[in-house]
Structures are given as structure tokens and as C-alpha cells.
């Protein structure tokens, strides 16, 4: 019976992921203009909620710890650091999305505030990464795998 729940979870698992990775690959870039439409409009907008986020995170997670669901990294060693960063940047960004949201729904602060934390949100992420790549280089995950 947990044979049968392992094969069900996979084909999910598996028809699910492309559209995970689109997600993860095209997310900054999709929601880096609606953080700037946010302040351009001073209207509230929708970017993907914390719970999205949460999800796109286990699947990635799962991807990495079990070696049947990550068979894609093993042909692309360099997916691993890749989906990494574009993941945490994505994360950054939907920070400043909700900071720049409390500016404009319940004005909470004012607007300099809003973009001040919205770029410290995304500044934090980018030093983040460049602490992590720094101290265990993008070579190093390749070869290891």
C-alpha cells in the first residue's frame, strides 16, 4: 500500500514539475514589475502569496532530497544552484511586494519607508546569495553531485 501511494505521489509529483520550474524560472522576472507597479499606481497588488511560495518550496526541496524525483539533476548538475538563486530572489522580491502592499492598502508607513524596506528586502536576499555562493561555489555543487 505505501508503494502505491509513492508511484501516485510521483506521477503528481511529475506532472506537476514543469510547471514548478516555469514558475521558478519566470517568477522574478514576472513579479519584479508588479513590486514596481505597486509604487507606480500606489495600489495594492496581488503577487504570489506566502502559502504558493511555501508550496514551491517543499516540491523543490523534495526534488533535491530524493534522488527518483530529481532525476533532472543528474543530467543538469548546474539546475540545482540555478533554481537556488531564482528561488530566493523570488522570495526577496515577494517581500518587498508585501512590504510595498501594507504601504498601499492599510497605510501603515509611508511610501519611503515602503521602498526603503522593499530594498532592503532584496538587498539582504542578494547579499545572502552572495555570502552562500561565495563560501560553497556553484563548482563545487556540480562536481559534487
Request: glycine share 6%; charged share 10%; hydrophobic share 55%.
Amino acid at each position: 500500500m505505501g508503494k502505491l501511494f509513492a508511484i501516485i505521489g510521483a506521477i503528481a509529483y511529475y506532472l506537476f514539475y514543469p510547471f514548478l520550474l516555469i514558475m521558478i524560472l519566470l517568477g522574478p522576472i514576472m513579479e519584479f514589475p508588479v513590486l514596481l507597479e505597486i509604487y507606480e499606481l500606489e495600489t495594492p497588488r496581488a503577487g504570489l502569496t506566502l502559502s504558493v511560495l511555501c508550496i514551491v518550496g517543499i516540491l523543490l526541496f523534495l526534488s533535491y532530497k530524493y534522488p527518483r524525483l530529481g532525476w533532472l539533476y543528474r543530467k543538469f548538475p548546474v539546475m540545482i544552484p540555478l533554481l537556488q538563486m531564482f528561488f530566493i530572489t523570488l522570495t526577496g522580491i515577494e517581500l518587498g511586494i508585501f512590504f510595498a502592499n501594507l504601504w498601499a492598502d492599510k497605510f501603515l508607513y509611508s511610501k519611503g519607508v515602503a521602498i526603503f524596506l522593499s530594498i532592503v528586502s532584496l538587498i539582504i536576499v542578494r547579499s545572502y546569495l552572495s555570502y552562500w555562493y561565495s563560501k560553497y561555489p556553484i563548482s563545487y555543487k556540480v562536481h559534487k553531485v
